[in-house]
Each structure stands twice: as C-alpha cells, then as structure tokens.
C-alpha cells in the first residue's frame, strides 16, 4: 500500500477534527443532562402511579413494543449470519394479498408489526418525559454526527484508517458505541438506556484526550498492514456492542434488585427503573448483543493471530495484549455458558457479562499503556 | 433457556458404596458438566493473567533476570511457581488440561445424541397442540387431507424436515445446524490445540543479525540463537543463503512530541539463493511482508547499527576490522556492544561501550542518542585488556566479560574512556596501537521460522468462527400440524378443515410466535393464535 507508506500529516486536518470533537462531546453533555431528566420524568411521582403503570393497558403497550423489538433483533441476528435463519426472515416477508385481512384478526402476533406506535409511546411516561428524552436523542445525533466527522477528518488527515494508536482506538469505539445505540435506540425506542451509553461515551472520549492524545502521523510499519483495518475495525465493533450491552445489562441488574425489593422500600431516585421493559427482556436484549460482540470478538482473535503471524513470525507469543484479549474471549465464552447452563440464574450469568466487560476495559485502558510486550502501538 | 446437559442413562449413583468404577465415573461425570466447563473458563481466564503482569522467559529472559535482581525475596519464590513461565507451568497446563478433557468428555456423548436426532424422525404430535408454548388455528378451504399437504409444503418450503405418524397431523423439525455448529465449534477447539501442538513439536525458528554487505547461510552453527521442536533434526535445514544489500529506514521528523523518532519504514533489500546451484534473486523483506525460502519464512523483526571499526598494533598492522553490530537499548537507538581483539599484544584487547546514531553532545546524563536516524553518529568505549576469554566459555558478543581484564588507564592513571567520531582514530597509550571508527553500516535481525502447524491450527481456527456462528444465530424449532374436519355448521361452502399448529424451540425463540400465525395465516383464512410462548394470556 504505497499510498500508506508515503503519506504524512496534514495538521489543519488534525485541527479541524478535534475541534469536531470538543464540539461533540460538549453536545454529548447536554444530551446526558437531558437524558437524565428524562429518567426522572419517566419515574412516577407516587407508588400509586407507579404500580397502575405497571398493571393495565401500559403494560400491554410495552409487551407489544418489546415483542417487536425482539423480532426486530431477530432480522438483526439473521442478517448478521447471512443465512436467513430457520425460516424466519420467510416469515417477515411473506406479506402478499391475502394477509392483510388476515392480519388483524391476529392481534398478539401481528398487532404490534401493523403498528400501534401511540401505544408504546403511550408507555413510556408523561408528554414532559418523551419530550425530554427525544430531545435527548436529537443531541445525541448531533454529537454523534460531529464525532463522526471528527474520525473522518482525522483518518483524512493522515490518510490512513484512523485507528492507529489509543486516542484513534478510543474515539472510533466511541463512535461505534454511539451509532449503534442510536440505531438500536430508534428501533427500540430505548430512549431511557441513554444515560447508560451516553455517559461510557463522554467517558471515553475524556479520557482520550486528557491521557491518550496522540498528535496525527504516520504509523509504525508493524500497524501498516490491512490487517490493522480488519482486525481493528471488528475489534472496535464488537466493543461498541459490549459497551452498549454493558449498559443493558447494569439496567437489567438494577431493575431485578427492584423488582425483588419491598415496593415501600424501593428508592424514589430509581422510580425510573418502573418505566422500563421487563427484566427478562432488558436481559435477552443485554444477552443478544453481548452474543453479537462475543462472536466479533472471535473473529477479533483470529484475525489478530493471522496478523501477529505476518507481522512477528508467530501468530501466538502471549504477548500481554494476546494474553488480554484471550482473557476477554475466555470471560464472554463463560458467559454464554453460564446462561446455557441449567440451574444458572440469568442475574449471576449477567455479572460474568460485567465481569467480561470490565476485562475489556482492562485490555484497553491498562495493558497498553503500563503492559510492556510487543503492542507498543499507544502512541504515548 | 435450555437444559444443557446431555441427558445421560446412568443417572443414579448407587448411594451406599461407590466402587473404584462408581468413583470413576462420578469423576468423569462431574469433570464434563457444563458447571465444571463454566468453572474451568473462569479459572483458565484467571490463570492467564500473571503471564501478562511478570515479565516471561519465553518472550524477554532478560527482564526476568532484571526482576530477579531487582526482588531477591520475592522473586525466587514466584519462579519456583512458574511465575515467569506461566504458559509451560504445571498449573496453568493442568487447567486447559483438565478442560480439554472435559471438552472431549462433553463432545463424545454429544456428538452421539445429535447423531441419533439427526437421522432419527420428529415425534409424533401431542395430543393437545394448545398446550403447546405456541399455538395457532386457521380455517383451511379444502378436505383434511389437502390441508395437511399444504402443511407438509409450506414447512418444507422453509428446510423443514417434515414427517407424518398418522393421517391427520404432521410433524417437523428445523435448526439442526445449530447442535451441529456447536459441536463443531467446540471440536475445532481441540484440534487448535492440536495445531498448536504440531508447531511446537515439529517448528523450529532460529534468529541472526545480518550487516549490509553480509550474506547468511542458512546453516544450525551459523544462526545467532536457536530454538527447536524435539521432532526437528537441526541438521537438516533449507540451506538457502541470503545476503543483505541494503537496509533502508525511516523515522518520523515532522510531527514532534512522543511521536518524534517513532520508526515509519523498514525495508530489506536482499539476494537470496533459495538453494545451492540455483540463480541468485533479489527480494526484498518488510516488516509485514515476510520473505518464504525452501519452506521456511524469514521475517525483519529487527535493526540496528554495525559501526565498521578498525584496530592496528603499534606497527600499524591491522589486527581487527569489521562492521561490529551494536544492539539498541531504547527507541532512540542508543546501542551497546563490546569489540575483541584476541589477537593483540602482548595482552588481548577488549572494548566495550555505546554507539548513539545521534550523540547528544554534552554527555551530562552520560551517553545519549537524541533520535535514531545517523544524524550525528559517535562510539564511546572504554578500553581493557587482560584475558577476554576466562576459562574458555561461552559468551555474549555484546559484552565483555571483565573477570580477567583491567581497564586501560590514561596517563593520570584515570580510565580511558574514548570518544569517536566516524574518521576519527586514537592512539592508545603505551604502544597499544590505535583504534579507528571508519563508518556505520546497518544490520538486519531477521527471524526464520517454520510452524508445520500454523494451516491447521487457522483451518480450525476458521472453523470455531463457523461453528459459532451457525451455534448462536440458528434456531432449533419443532412445529406440529394436526388437522381436523370442521364443526357441521361451518360447512357452508364445501368442505372446509379446522388446521391447528403448535410450536416448540428449543431456546428462547421471541419470533416463534410470529412464525406460527405467519403459518397459519398462509393455510387458511380466520387464523387465530391462541397461545404465544412469551405471553399466554390473550386480550
Ligand atoms: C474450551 C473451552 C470452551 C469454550 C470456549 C466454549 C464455548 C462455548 C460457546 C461460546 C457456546 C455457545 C453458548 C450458547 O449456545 O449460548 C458453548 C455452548 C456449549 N458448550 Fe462450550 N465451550 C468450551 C468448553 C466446553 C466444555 C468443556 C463443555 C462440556 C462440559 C461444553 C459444553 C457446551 C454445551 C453443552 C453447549 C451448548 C449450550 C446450549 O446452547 O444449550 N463447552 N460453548
């Protein structure tokens, strides 16, 4: 790739796109403040309302929203696999002539695919709360537009994918991160899980720049390879997925601890745990992207083996960036076994998936800056 | 979620007594039930850990000694634990150990049952399809036994596999591919382990450092350093040869901070004779781009500077001369090495010291290289004779070993320490002869391996992603079809047939119910669900 050999920095580039990104993460924190105020609308203001939102036809509005978010995940899934799993996506698209008649007499399968969106917008609090959190979700596109411009101008500016060291790494997972939220957000109206992800992200971008900023250059010849776009890219996609997951999942572990406490004790500040969909479905959504990730993360490892292999001569050294990323892998795999097993309760398996989450952030944030092996590719 | 375990036919454990075979299979059956799995995965994960945290034998034998050195308490004990070499460590082995076993141990029985379901028939019917998960009815316009062959297409139309027990229901099953990617994914396990194996028992790889102008034989005496597999027979290497023309590298210069001096290019330029007799051919070797002769890969994974020195004796008769290769201590190059003059006399001739491709002048902090390109190159040695070799040993070429040497001293009586610059030269005192830096070459380090392992271990490797993915993403479904005439008083146009459909998965399945009314809404008209797996009561 000559291109790639011959080509050095264009600083005006590097500016613009940090300036980008100050922007974004400005518009990130007034989406977070939103966000958080949207929580608090959505908790009902009394334990009355709390429990009439729980019963009734609210409920049935957040089964339908939720039963078409899971086929909406589905189609996900089996777009992902390429191969149209056992028939479902025939299922989806089978809508000739005669269904449509036929659909409305089906009301608990093929209702919610009609639409009823007044119904689960009906679910998801007062008129102040949905203002809030689309609000929220408008700045979070906006920030998440000015991110992506940020990474584009970056990788401009050094004409090459920009993903080369830690603070590249950090903004371009980020971005990921954001964008799949934002995707899954729209589909799922998973207005609420906003602070969860939205909050890792400003996080993430924080540290990027007060630790990991790396002036824009050129890369070391061990990165110049298309193995770094491959095996980074993936790599960042299936970390985007966890954090996303993460934040499902932290949603998930706090709800169940409410759903099992006394309603007298529950704590008013968590009220908007009420609004949310149900555990078991916070939990098989947490499950299905963590599933996703896990299997990126597969392909992460591989391909990294297969570039360590050009690049060192040996596509395993337990170099202390292999040994991580092996340690990541092995923590998921406990997880999808743990929530196969028999006789394992979800919530024990979904603090392995926390667990594996925080390796993640170990193999990021540690091992490449204090870890001393053959990945010295941080930039600091 | 699923039962995972396999069921297994020897369920009970006679309580009373466990015989040495009771005992056995006790073991056996708790080492290969998913908890055990889940546990090993846990501790395997645990015990990779400190080989990222110690500094490991196999990757940097010195940093280890610099840890022993630095905590003589602490340190023995944590190598007498393997600390330093946690992936041959007994422990770290006895746990993958123990999880391959119990990999094998699950794979076996299951690989048995799906045998048996993959040739075996789906089950006949339940009689109360309602009571099924998942339920639908619908109308068919037609006699029962059209209707039912309706069913049997619309399922086969969607990979169904689809029998009939009887002449008013229909049975069919799909998502076989799930067990069979799970399976495979966890065989191709084992056989990367198996790879891996391969490679350690029959690879070989064996480091050199080559200066411009020098050519290398491929031959076990001639490589620098030398690590084999106890299958390999290290006299039987491919003999190529290769000589290295020219090494080109580059560091940065325009963007400044950590970044400055990071290296940007490496580039071999080599004549290689694959084998004796054969043509010399130029090829070039980068970092990333490997170089393959007679089966074996040569890789750059180094560089450095060789500064071309000369000694004379005091009658001006050369007695050394040779580009002495230096190796870098620090991303800027500052290189240390040791040149040996046996030959010298009356005493033999030893020195050692720095080489900084960019001096920083002044030295207040010592010798320092400033940036490492040759920008303003200088050796600093120290000079010292006595005997270079005591007792006959092996030794490092980079250092001396000073047990039998002194230093040289100036004429104050101080040590000498010299200072040159390329052209320069120095007389040393006392009718020693002189010393003369006449240029800097480079030197390639290239490493070259063979892992007759590595294509099976990626063909497996290849094959867990498959097997994942076909594990994860398939669905396992069992649908029933059972048809019956309709009430009497429905029969107004003809015959019409009530159709009922029940759906079973295997995990949990949130698209099942739509699939079943989909089912249902294309064999006939009125469908109706009547249960759905994720919610059974119906508004
Ligand atoms: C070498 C380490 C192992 C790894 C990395 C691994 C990984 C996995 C993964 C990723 C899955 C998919 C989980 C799912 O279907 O949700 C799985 C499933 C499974 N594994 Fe393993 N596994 C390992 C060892 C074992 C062992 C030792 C056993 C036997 C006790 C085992 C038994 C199973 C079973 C029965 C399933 C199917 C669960 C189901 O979907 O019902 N695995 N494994």
Redesign the interface.
Known sequence: MPLL?TA??TPELANWSNLALYSAMAVYTIAMLLFAAHLAALGPDTEADAAAARAGADD?GD?LAD?RA??R??AL??A??G?G????T???G?GDG??GP??S??????GP?VGSSAADEGSRGSLRARKLGSTGMSMTWLASVLLLASVVLRGLSVARAPWGNMFEFATAGATVAAFAYLLLARRYRWEWLGIFVVGPILLTLGTALLAFY?????????L??V?LVIHVTVAILAVGLFIVAFGLGVAYLLKVRRDAAEVGTRSRRLAFLDSLPSATRLE?SAYGLN?VG??LW??TL?AG??WA????????????KE??T??VW??Y??Y???????G?E?RKAMW?AIAAFA?VIVNFAI?NVF???QHSYS?? | MSTANPPRRDTEIRQPQLGPLGWARWVWRNLTSMRTALFLLLLLSVAAVPGSVFPQRSIDAGRVADYLAANPTVGPWLDRFGFFEVYQSPWFSAVYLLLVISLIGCIIPRTKLHWHALRSRPPRAPRHLERLGTCATAEYAGPPDAALTAAREALRRKRFRVFSHDESSVSAEVGFLRETGNLLFHVAICVVIVGVAVGHLFGWRGDVIVTEGETFASVFSQYDTFDTGVMVDPSVLPPFTIRLDKLDVRFEREVGGAQFGAPRGFTAYTTAVERPGQAPQERIVTVNEPLTLGGADIFLLGNGYSPVVTVRDAAGKVIYQQATPFLAQDNLYKSVGAIKVPSAAPKQLGFSGFFLPTAEPTFVNGPESVFPDLDSPELALSVWEGNLFPGGRPQSVYTLNTAELAPVPRADGKPLAIRLKPGQSYDLPGGRGSISFDGVSRFAGFSVRTDPGKGLTLAAALATLTGLIASLLVRRRRVFVRVEPAPEGDRSAGSTTLVTIGALAKSADPGLAAFVSDLAAQLGTSPTLVAAATRTERT
Do not use: C, N
């Not at chain 1, 799993?85 to 479902?88: E, L, M, P, T």
């Not at chain 1, 999808?336 to 028999?342: K, L, N, P, S």
């Open positions: 050999v050095s920095a049935l089964d039963d899971d086929e995940a589905d899934v089996g992902v696999a191969s799993a056992a028939g479902r025939g299922g989806i089978s005669a269904a036929v659909r007499t089906l009301p608990a399968a093929d695919r790396t002036e824009a250059a050129e890369l070391m010849p061990a110049k390879s193995w098989r599933m896990f299997i597969t392909f591989v083996a297969i292999q050009k690049a060192w001569g040996s596509y395993w050294t337990w170099d202390p040994v991580w092996f340690v092995v923590v795999a406990a999808m076994h743990a929530r196969a097993t028999a394992w979800p392995i390796t091992v870890f001393v092996g930039g600091l």
